[in-house]
């Protein structure tokens, strides 16, 4: 594969957790909008509008940065039904806003039952704002700064299920005096490796493959929920789409 191919696929970004506490509490904290705009530091507020025949969500969100506000748009679509106790969750989303560093993206959360807890999990990608200096910025700052940030509301998501410290409490400042502090480096930043089954002839060739296939995997192994959301989103023209 060519090596400009490679990066553009590699660019997903992927966050993993351990929450020691049940999946429906877990589900309850994510799936909530106003929950959810409580402990992850993408969103200031998120604000359901039209909820379309197949049970995808529309919702319009806020992220308030001081100075600024971004508004934008997305969709989600949660489905409980998944495989071994699991469940999924698909998200698309968008901005017209010309000083958000984000475009529109889509994404995807699994909830995997995992011994006494859950494995809380997202992959997702995104257009970068700013037209040709976010292209430029995106590799350097933008796209390490937000999966810090996914991560680090991530753990504090963790401190929520499994202590009942509301993420009010828990601010990236308070750390340094001697409050509860969430931590980005307590999430995995790339999904595990399948171990082969048995060694086989040109197992070193194919193991150096799916190292080097590691990253697309993140969004080529998103849930059949993304697809179904897509075809939602594309079922659900927006009335300046059909002018």
């Known amino acids: 594969m060519p090596r400009g191919s490679q990066a553009a696929r590699d660019r997903a970004l992927y966050v993993e957790i351990h929450i020691h506490a049940p999946i429906e509490r877990v589900w309850q904290l994510t799936q909530d909008p106003e929950l959810h705009s409580r402990w992850d530091g993408r969103f200031s507020a998120i604000r359901p509008t039209t909820l379309r025949a197949d049970g995808a969500q529309e919702f319009r969100y806020e992220l308030a940065l001081g100075v600024h506000t971004i508004h934008g748009t997305g969709v989600s679509l949660g489905d409980k039904r998944a495989a071994a106790g699991a469940r999924t969750s698909a998200l698309s989303f968008t901005t017209a806003d010309p000083l958000s560093p984000l475009g529109a993206g889509r994404g995807y959360w699994r909830y995997v039952p995992d011994g006494d807890g859950v494995r809380f999990i997202t992959g997702y990608d995104y257009t970068p704002g700013w037209g040709w200096l976010g292209r ?19 753990d504090r998501l963790r401190i929520w299920a499994e202590e009942g410290i509301e993420p009010e409490r828990v601010r990236w400042w308070r750390g340094w005096f001697g409050g509860v502090r969430a931590r980005a480096r307590n999430c995995r930043s790339r999904p595990p490796l399948a171990e082969p089954s048995a060694p086989s002839a040109g197992g070193r060739a194919m193991a150096a493959r799916g ?16 697809d179904r959301l897509t075809r939602s989103d594309a079922a659900a023209a927006k009335p300046e789409e059909r002018t």
């Open 211 to 226: 190292r080097a296939q590691q990253h697309s995997a993140i969004m080529d192994g998103a849930p059949e929920t993304l």
């Open 136 to 154: 430029i910025v995106d590799p350097l700052i933008t796209r390490k700064f937000v999966w810090w940030l996914t991560a680090w509301s991530f």
